[in-house]
Structure formats: structure tokens, C-alpha cells
């Protein structure tokens, strides 16, 4: 399980090494997703809190890339922060994310972002339920829940 040092670990040493890789140009980016998916994940967008489609959904399933189809998280590990973003504890694999440390807009934070395809999916925080303390703050946009 993941916590919080292995995450900053991340950030200053190195991420884990993903299990493929997909790389696109940015042309086809934008010919496969919405204008608001392309915002999101290839521009390092953020919605508007509560306002994805995904914040209230509790169902059962598994939340993949919308960009590369790369399993992230599972519905297991979900939970209501009331930030306005689905949450989850931990991804679904540990070389799943790719972390970055962010200093945009005054603060620091450490992004995430699909290993696979570097597709921005938002920040990931030390303020979630225990065990693992960690809240992964995920925009709706950059997720397609594939339900059991």
C-alpha cells in the first residue's frame, strides 16, 4: 500500500516504470477526445468542483484513462471527500501513476498523471482515510468507469 513518502519518493527519485507506454501527437489527441478531455488531460485542466459526471457514482467497476484505456483505480478504493472530485486511496497498480511535483498557482502540490500516457488526472493529497492517509483527487474528464 502506498503512503505519502513513497509518493514524495516519487516525485524527487523517479517514477516507477509503467507497463507500456502510449505516445500520440498531439493532433491525434485532440481528433480522439472531447475539447473539455483534451483541456484536462493533455493541457492540465482542472473542472469545475462538483460538476463531473463521475463525483456522485458509486457503482462497482473500474475507472480507466479516457485517453489510453490503462486501468487506475478501483471502485473499491472510492470514497466521498466532499472536494468536489472523486477520490480514491490508492491506484489500482503501483506504476499506474506518475507523480510530479506542481508549483502552479502559489502552492505546492504533487500532481498525477497516467503512467502510460502522461495524461493529466489531477493531485494527489495527504489528507485521506487511513490506512493509506493519501486522497486522489481525480477529474471526472480524464476517467471512463467500466462497471461490473
Not at 507497463?19 to 501527437?25: A, H, N, W
Not at 484513462?65 to 472530485?85: E, H, M, Q, R, Y
Request: proline share 7%.
Amino acid at each position: 500500500m502506498l503512503q505519502w513518502k513513497e509518493v514524495i519518493h516519487f516525485t524527487t527519485k523517479g517514477n516507477p516504470k509503467p507497463d507500456k507506454r502510449v505516445e500520440k501527437t498531439e493532433s491525434e489527441w485532440k481528433a480522439q477526445l472531447t475539447p473539455e478531455q483534451y483541456r484536462i488531460t493533455r493541457q492540465k485542466g482542472t473542472e469545475r468542483p462538483n460538476s463531473g459526471a463521475l463525483c456522485s457514482i458509486f457503482e462497482v467497476g473500474k475507472y480507466h484513462c479516457v485517453c489510453c484505456n490503462t486501468p487506475l483505480f478501483d471502485a473499491n478504493i472510492k470514497f466521498d471527500s466532499s472536494s468536489g472530485w472523486p477520490s480514491f486511496t490508492q491506484p489500482i497498480k503501483q506504476n499506474a501513476i506518475k507523480y510530479h511535483k506542481d508549483i502552479s498557482f502559489g502552492m505546492i502540490r504533487v500532481e498525477v498523471m497516467c503512467n502510460t500516457c502522461d495524461g493529466h488526472l489531477g493531485h494527489v493529497f495527504p489528507d485521506g482515510p487511513q490506512p493509506s492517509g493519501l486522497r486522489y483527487c481525480i477529474n471526472s474528464e480524464a476517467l471512463i468507469l467500466e462497471q461490473k
